[in-house]
């Protein structure tokens, strides 16, 4: 078998050379490869724009102050306070006047039987209604016990106070259309006993009696409404 020449060094000078010229050529072509992503990358994303944090940041204080700077409904703290204080007391002399009251009527009941002969169907009437007033005073009591404890306990915290005499006066309403609901048969009741014994019409003493009940269930009816509208407030401006 034939063995074949050994490469001479002219072969391998000249291999020896590609090999440099492939090094030599590596770098151009990596950077012509690096270029070439660059431009497409460039114009792929022809409009895209230069951020500039310290525009932005300006920008971003700019709406901040114009956002501050807005109009918006403020709950005035002073005068709030100064109409708490106001509906306070005004509670307290309307609980102390219920009071007063349902005593007074015991003491008309205790007078009229034994000093002057009062009539059996007064006696009821008075005796039914005294009843009912402890119960009513006795209620409203609890109900403003509870709001003024609020007030007595964090005095700085005026919406709160506000929101917890608000929704005081809301429950005192409503005990007092209830009240108004349930005297109603008794005030009825009493009105046709008299208008019979004193040979009046029955008929007009009912239209007096029931237009009076009716105008005060509107008036309270009224109050209610507006307190209602009043916790709505305080309640958004919380």
Known sequence: MNELPPLNDDSKASDNSSELKLELL?????????????????????????INEPVIDEQWLSLTQ????????KTDIKALLK??????????ALLLFDTVSTLAIFV????????????????????????????Y???AAKIRFASWKVFNENPNNIIQIALEGCQSSIKFIKLVKFTFIFSTPLVNWFVFEMAAQRDKSVWL???IANSALLLAYGVTH????????????????H
């Open 26 to 50: 590596q770098p151009e072509r990596e950077k012509i490869d690096t270029d070439f992503l660059n431009i497409n990358k460039t114009q792929s994303q022809p409009n895209e724009p230069v």
């Open 66 to 73: 114009d956002w501050q700077s807005q109009p918006y409904e």
């Open 83 to 92: 109409q708490t204080k106001r509906r306070i007391l005004q509670a307290k």
């Open 108 to 135: 008309a009941i205790l007078y009229g039987y034994f000093f002057t002969g009062w009539g059996k169907t007064l006696l009821i009437f008075l005796g039914i209604s005294g009843l009912m007033s402890i119960g």
């Open 137 to 139: 005073v006795y209620l």
């Open 205 to 207: 003493s009912f239209l």
């Open 222 to 237: 009224f109050y209610h409404k507006k307190r209602q509208a009043e916790l709505k407030q305080l309640t958004s401006s």
